[in-house]
């Protein structure tokens, strides 16, 4: 019964491969969220999707592509990885301003 | 740039006393006003909000107080137990076309002692 899920929790890779991390909320939500938690543990916006439409896209590089097939998910692609995307990602939702955070995905490029 | 500031990054109290943590904003726009909880390998939990029309909102164990004029925010823990030990996230957002995206703090680490 979880609520926001994330696969894989656990995401090891060399650099410049192209991987792809996936969320999924059952909780009927309209609005999904990325945010990225760096070195610095600081958690930050990156991308949001209301009904499958990108609302909020902050100033990351085009390496990283979202992709909601349906409002239940929301996956974060990642091409030509470089060793700055080590960092732990979350995904979340939220149907108002209360915002439900998954598990994180704890991505190392080598 | 940090729009939310924790200027804490630790806290240790002992079990039974009140736990008060801290949190700074500088954004006017923002109208509301989260805190989340978050183990070591987990992902933030949502503990408690404040709309920026109120100035306390009370959860059980849990209080957060919003001073607008000052720009800060506290949440009170009474009393603290050990399982309250975590890091404790401060998060505004500004509503509306913003698409509530949340701002947050760089945590608080709370150890909790028997």
């Known amino acids: 019964d979880t609520a926001v899920s994330q696969t894989p929790k656990y995401l090891v890779t060399q650099m410049g491969n192209d991987k792809s991390i996936k969320c999924e909320q059952n909780?009927?939500?309209?609005?999904m969220y990325w945010y990225k938690q760096d070195s610095k543990k600081f958690l930050k916006i990156m991308f949001s999707?209301?009904?499958?439409?990108?609302?909020i896209n902050e100033t990351v590089p085009n390496r990283f592509s979202p992709k909601s097939p349906d409002k239940a998910h929301l996956n974060l692609h990642i091409n030509s990885l470089e060793l700055g995307d080590s960092a732990v990602y979350f995904c979340?939702?939220?149907?108002?301003?209360?915002?439900?955070f998954g598990p994180g995905t704890r991505l190392l490029v080598l | 740039d940090q729009q939310v500031k924790q200027n804490s990054p630790s806290l240790s109290v002992q079990e039974g006393r009140i736990s008060i943590l801290n949190c700074d904003y500088t954004n006017s726009m923002f109208d509301y006003f989260l805190w989340y909880k978050k183990y070591p390998a987990e992902g933030p939990t949502f503990l408690i909000s404040?709309?920026?029309?109120?100035d306390k909102n009370e959860d059980g164990r849990f209080t957060v107080f919003l001073n607008k004029s000052a720009k800060h925010l506290s949440l009170h823990i009474v009393p603290s137990q050990p399982g309250d030990s975590a890091v404790y996230f401060c998060?505004?957002?500004?509503?509306?076309?913003?698409?509530?995206?949340?701002?947050f703090g760089k945590g608080t680490s709370l150890l909790v002692t028997p």
């Open positions: 404040i709309s920026s029309i109120k």
């Open positions: 998060a505004a957002s500004k509503g509306g076309n913003s698409g509530y995206a949340l701002n």
């Open positions: 979340a939702s939220t149907v108002g301003e209360t915002q439900y």
């Open positions: 909780l009927g939500h309209d609005t």
């Open positions: 999707y209301n009904n499958k439409e990108l609302i």
